[in-house]
């Protein structure tokens, strides 16, 4: 079954601190790959997408994510965290036209 | 600016009763889903559409049914709510192709069914 996995459910940053928050992907074929945010109280914002080509994706927010097919990962990325960057984070995957298949997401906190 | 509306942002029922979650997006979008998202859980897949009058089930269609009965409003009905049905429920939008994966989220529905 097709399947994303997040492997963290909550991780802890420092503000300034370098992130890394890790999504791994069960597919037959490379699916579409997406992350979303969720910050408190609102709904989701979609940070950034994989169809193809350039393996290293930038979004916005200054978020940046890799696909690696070796691996099937798409982990998501960011050099300095700002307070504001504590939210869930949900990474996604479909293949095609088929709905989109969530991770369980991670939560991020960003302490002083 | 695009938007995804749900009717109701907080809702309160009791067992029993029938609820209906409605959803309006104004991008002229023909694909429509329901996800509930529940802690630790993530988003689960309730109901999608894909055009007018269509609907499929997704991962977890049980105690649930949905209406499309115009292109932009998709309504998640719970026939009688149970309290396993208290939840967040997030209505989003796209158009086929690759920008199904571009979801348009609502801000949520948050009910809590006694």
């Known amino acids: 079954a097709q399947s994303v996995t997040q492997p963290d459910i909550h991780i802890t940053v420092s503000e300034g601190a370098s992130l890394e928050l890790r999504c791994n992907y069960s597919y037959g074929a490379t699916p579409y790959l997406f992350w979303y945010v969720q910050s408190p109280g609102q709904g989701l914002q979609l940070l950034l997408k994989y169809f193809s080509g350039d393996t290293l994706v930038q979004g916005i927010k200054g978020f940046e994510a890799e696909f690696k097919r070796s691996q099937s990962s798409f982990n998501l990325r960011k050099p300095s965290v700002h307070w504001s960057d504590a939210a869930e984070y949900f990474c996604a995957a479909s293949s095609g036209n088929t709905p989109l298949v969530f991770g369980k997401g991670t939560r991020l906190s960003v302490i002083a | 600016d695009v938007k995804v509306t749900q009717s109701s942002r907080y809702l309160v029922k009791r067992t029993g009763e029938k609820v209906f979650l409605e959803c309006v997006q104004d991008?002229?979008?023909?694909?429509m889903f329901w996800y509930r998202q529940d802690p630790g859980l993530g988003l689960r897949l309730i109901y999608f559409s894909y055009d007018v009058k269509m609907k499929e089930k997704g991962d977890i269609p049980e105690g649930y049914s949905v209406s499309r009965e115009k292109k932009e409003r998709f309504s998640l009905i719970l026939e009688s709510a149970s309290t396993n049905q208290t939840s967040m429920y997030l209505c989003?939008?796209?158009?086929?192709?690759?920008?199904?994966?571009?979801?348009?989220f609502g801000e949520g529905s948050r009910l809590t069914v006694l």
């Open positions: 991008m002229d979008h023909e694909n």
């Open positions: 989003a939008s796209t158009i086929p192709g690759h920008g199904a994966g571009e979801l348009f």
